[in-house]
Nanobody, 113 residues
Framework: QVQLVESGGDFVQPGGSLRLSCAVS????????MAWYRQAPGKQRDLVAS???????NYADSVKGRFTISRDNAKSTAYLQMNSLKYEDTAVYYC???????WGQGTQVTVSS
């Protein structure tokens, strides 16, 4: 059974940083791409970043240069390092395993002064 568990969401001031984690179980993690999405209130869920099994990453234009996706295959965990956070980054962030169509439960990130 595939399971994704996110953690790391929090309240943070503009300009601050957070690191989200997504622990994956039930698969051979190192063989599969991973992705992070986010959904703000009243808006659709949007792709933030994705990473291949080999570590190649792609980003939404809105987060390029500020966010970094990474993975630790030995720990079966994906990460999203978020720097220079803005008010508009406030959302529930979801970890996604595209091959299985699997989602985590989401973790809330709130950027507020």
């Amino acid at each position: 059974q595939v399971q994704l568990v996110e953690s790391g969401g929090d309240f943070v001031q503009p300009g601050g940083s957070l690191r989200l984690s997504c622990a994956v179980s039930g698969i051979l993690f190192n063989f599969f791409p991973m992705a992070w999405y986010r959904q703000a209130p009243g808006k659709q869920r949007d792709l933030v970043a994705s990473i291949t099994p080999g570590g190649s990453a792609n980003y939404a234009d809105s987060v390029k240069g500020r966010f970094t996706i990474s993975r630790d295959n030995a720990k079966s965990t994906a990460y999203l390092q978020m720097n220079s956070l803005k008010y508009e980054d406030t959302a529930v962030y979801y970890c996604n395993l595209p091959t299985y169509g699997a989602w985590g439960q989401g973790t809330q990130v709130t950027v507020s002064s």
